[in-house]
């Protein structure tokens, strides 16, 4: 990984590994894994009111900033006297580390998701090696069938919009499909312009229908900045509903290049770009910057060998 440590790791809620993330990588965020989070809660929450947990769910899920979650978590332990309870004092305390809010906002995690994990047991049987290995292979087919697809398939356009086709000749497959989904998902909500100065305008957006479901997005039209407040694009990498709605409304027909990740396009696995801030030395870059276009021009002079035209083309 060029020397960098990773954006993100997701492990148990145990104080040896928080430390030993915390001094090898200081800098990722340690994200708890959701079985051990589901077991906690089972244990703690088992003799509280079903109120208390209806309660705890929506201020878990539904809190869009931190300021509401301080406000409504502290309501709640307070609501139901449980000011004193360590495990829910623990819990506000690693809020960074398991409320959706704080690991959408803070920290890239690819979109993967919180979902149930597997636990892997001290001693493993030669029975279990050789599933292991039979998954392994099963895996390594279906993504070589998958690269296969994205070469030589093209998925089906359902608007008419430039934005559209400008994904689909990015982004793989598998995420061309979620870009899609936002894009249709886009239209079921209506934007109001709440604010503007100079070249920043900041949007309201709600959808149609669901008066609960309200998002706030920012856009300078000055270099096509967009935030939004469900920040998608900060866990995932593709932009949300909210934000491409408001391209809509703007007129703006191509997406700027950072909002697409070179991670998520078809040549990702081919063409992995080092990071220059990685380098330690000034021979280092030179190597870099002197071996790159070599790489890159020779697959232009490979292709241009097809025909006399294509040969023309790339000459």
């Not at 960098?4 to 809620?13: E, F, H, M, R, V």
Request: hydrophobic share 35%.
């Amino acid at each position: 990984m060029f020397g960098q440590s990773p954006k993100s790791i997701t492990a148990d809620q145990d104080p040896a590994i928080q430390q030993a993330v915390a001094e090898v990588f200081p800098s990722t965020h340690h994200r708890f894994s959701l079985w051990q989070l589901e077991t906690k809660e089972q244990e703690n929450l088992r003799s509280m009111s079903d109120e208390f947990r209806y309660e705890y769910e929506e201020c878990v899920s539904q809190s869009q900033t931190p300021a509401e979650f301080t406000t409504m978590w502290s309501a709640l332990v307070n609501r139901h006297g449980l000011g004193d309870n360590v495990w829910l004092q623990e819990m506000y305390e690693k809020r960074e580390s398991w409320v959706p809010l704080y690991l959408h906002g803070s920290s890239f995690f690819a979109g993967i998701r919180l979902t149930s994990s597997f636990s892997l047991s001290n001693s493993i049987t030669e029975s279990e090696v050789d599933e292991f290995i039979s998954r392994y292979e099963q895996v390594v087919e279906q993504q070589r069938k998958e690269d296969f697809r994205c070469c030589n398939l093209q998925a089906v356009l359902t608007t008419k919009e430039p934005v559209e086709d400008q994904c689909r000749q990015l982004y793989t497959l598998a995420v061309f499909k979620i870009f899609q989904e936002e894009m249709l998902q886009c239209y079921n909500y209506f934007a109001i312009k709440t604010f503007e100065e100079r070249t920043v305008s900041r949007f309201s957006l709600q959808r149609c229908g669901d008066k609960n479901e309200k998002y706030t997005v920012r856009l300078d039209r000055l270099n096509l900045d967009i935030y939004c407040s469900c920040k998608m694009f900060e866990f995932e990498g593709v932009l949300c509903r909210h934000a491409l709605r408001v391209f809509n409304l703007m007129g703006i027909r191509e997406l700027p290049s950072r909002y697409i990740l070179h991670r998520w396009t078809k040549n990702a696995g081919y063409d992995t770009p080092r990071d220059v801030n990685s380098l330690s030395s000034k021979g280092e870059l030179k190597e870099l910057m002197t071996c790159c276009p070599k790489e890159a021009a020779s697959s232009y002079m490979e292709a241009g060998t097809g025909c006399l035209d294509k040969y023309r083309v790339v000459y």
